[in-house]
């Protein structure tokens, strides 16, 4: 008979990250199982970067939430802490900055890394609709293109935009438009 492996609450989870040998490094905690995350290269932060001051200004224009960029903890439930590369709370749900954020974002958006794998990535996105995220943003520096998931009642469904195309049709913030070419730095002329 299998073993099954012990689940970690949220204070063991933070018990762990503060031991001596996990100092630099960065990890999730995905229902129980702790869940070590890349750290980011030159090109994700870019993209997180330029993320942030894009939908900052859109917001400047339309005030509907609060932008963050990675680092920020959300603990929907105990034994679920992650930490998007960008996320979006809106003021219907945060009229004000709490000490820690006990929910999910209403966005959440992660640049794939080369070593996130597609499988672990959707387990993400299925992860944050679970506690209530309503949309989620992968990015694929490589391919030069993103996926936007929304919740569906079996799983999420899934609208791809390539280098060419530009964003539109988000619930989460309407009238948001983006060229996906803008998402990735031009070359060096």
């Known amino acids: 008979m299998a073993q099954a492996r012990a689940r970690l609450s949220s204070a063991e989870f933070r018990q762990f990250c503060e031991l001596p040998h996990n100092a630099h490094?960065?990890?999730e905690l995905h229902e129980g199982e702790i869940v070590e995350v890349p750290s980011p290269s030159p090109l994700h932060q870019w993209i997180v970067a330029q993320?942030?001051?894009?939908?900052?200004?859109?917001?400047e224009q339309f005030p509907l939430g609060y932008?963050?960029?990675?680092?920020?903890?959300?603990e929907p439930a105990d034994g679920v802490i992650v930490q998007p590369d960008l996320s979006f709370v809106?003021?219907?749900?945060?009229?004000?900055?709490?000490?820690?954020f006990a929910i999910m974002p209403d966005l959440a958006v992660e640049?794939?890394?080369?070593t996130n794998t597609e499988r672990d990535m959707l387990r993400?996105?299925?992860l944050y609709f679970a506690?209530?995220?309503?949309?989620?943003?992968?990015?694929?520096?490589?391919?030069?293109?993103?996926?936007?998931?929304?919740?569906?009642?079996?799983?999420?469904?899934?609208r791809q935009f390539?280098?060419?195309e530009q964003l539109t049709g988000s619930a989460v913030l309407p009238n948001f438009a983006l060229n996906i070419a803008d998402l990735f730095p031009k070359a060096a002329q």
């Open 51 to 59: 993320l942030v001051i894009w939908i900052g200004k859109f917001l």
């Open 162 to 164: 390539v280098e060419g």
């Open 67 to 74: 932008v963050f960029g990675d680092n920020l903890d959300y």
């Open 90 to 100: 809106s003021f219907e749900r945060a009229p004000r900055l709490p000490e820690r």
């Open 111 to 114: 640049v794939m890394s080369p």
């Open 131 to 158: 506690y209530g995220a309503r949309e989620v943003w992968l990015i694929y520096p490589e391919e030069r293109m993103m996926r936007l998931y929304t919740p569906a009642e079996a799983g999420a469904h899934v």
């Open 124 to 126: 993400k996105v299925l």
């Open 25 to 27: 490094k960065r990890f």
